[in-house]
């Protein structure tokens, strides 16, 4: 990051396990005193790290990111442009790192849609996704909503959880940062196992939202999957079910491969279009997983096991 663009770079060490403190100590040492390391002693979790940091910020604006992410020159300078006077906190957007492997390509491809809704439902005054890799907000808006007093139960949340106590608590306003000069990577889960603990950690609040509209879209999003493999069994044997089946499939394709094609050329992705038909039955069958075990509640998170 450019001097100019930050005035102070605050790292948590959270239970780290890759030498962070070591390394942001020489960093220190060698070059600067704009950053700031503070070891995670707040308790266990994002949101008790990342409370510490705000805690320590004596800059207003707060940009947020994770240490896995890498941003592209000009990101705070971008972030920071998308903030008016009447702007509390503002989405970045997010791609998964390039890889070889065939199954990153389908979760990045998913990925691109999740930050399609995510502009999308911002642009409607209704915001509803972001990723805590690419996030900025006002310390005092931060600070108006109590920072994560009542969401502290939940494993994740430390980002759409605080958006939308922001857009709902208070007359700050939420916008997108529609520049690819924002874009940040971030690693997509390393094996299947890491793959399904983050969607089950995801999963996990989505029961819980304050907004009870948001709870029963996902509930009936959740029944509409379930329907689509139960219905293509049933349809082996009973003929009529056929054409109802047909429809239901032409309603979830059809709406994403159009966010998808327009999400997929904001980020220069194009090429990832072609795992879309692939990746159907791997996305229905985690969805369906997810959705009762991340209701179950003791998770696992960095080896430690979780309570909500």
């Known amino acids: ?76 300078r971008e972030m920071r442009a998308s903030f008016d006077k009447n702007t509390g906190f503002v989405v970045g957007p997010v791609v998964f790192s390039k890889s070889r492997r065939w199954a990153s390509h389908m979760i990045s491809l998913e990925w691109i849609g999740f930050m399609g809704i995510a502009a999308g439902a911002v642009g409607l005054g209704t915001p509803i996704l972001c990723s805590g ?12 909503v109590g920072g994560y007093e009542g969401l502290d139960r939940f494993s994740s949340g430390d980002d759409e959880l605080l958006m939308q106590q922001i857009a709902d608590e208070t007359n700050w306003k939420v916008r997108f940062c529609a520049s690819r000069r924002a874009v940040v990577e971030t690693a997509a889960p390393g094996s299947a196992s890491e793959f399904l603990a ?13 907004r009870k509209w948001l709870v029963a879209m996902n509930i009936g999003f959740w029944i509409f999957f379930l329907a689509i493999p139960v219905g ?62 991340g209701v179950r509640g003791n998770l696992e998170w960095k080896s430690r096991k979780l309570v909500r």
């Open 1 to 76: 990051l450019r001097q100019e663009e930050v005035s102070e770079i605050v790292v948590i060490d959270d239970h780290s396990t890759d030498a962070t403190w070591e390394i942001v100590t020489r960093l220190i040492e060698r070059s600067s005193d704009r950053i700031v390391l503070l070891k995670n002693e707040m308790g266990i979790g994002k949101k008790a790290a990342i409370l510490q940091g705000v805690n320590r910020c004596r800059s207003e604006l707060i940009l947020v990111t994770d240490a896995d992410c890498r941003v592209p020159v000009g990101w705070a």
């Open 133 to 144: 890799a690419n996030i900025a907000y006002r310390k005092s808006v931060f600070e108006e």
């Open 198 to 210: 983050q969607r089950r950690r995801w999963a996990s609040k989505g029961a819980f939202y304050k």
């Open 232 to 293: 293509l069994f049933a349809s082996i044997w009973i003929s009529s079910i056929r054409i109802p089946l047909a429809i239901a499939l032409m309603i979830k394709v059809i709406p994403e491969v159009a966010l998808l094609a327009q999400s997929a050329h904001f980020y220069n992705m194009k090429h990832l279009m072609r795992f879309f038909l692939p990746a159907q039955p791997f996305q229905i069958a985690y969805i369906l997983w997810a959705g009762v075990a």
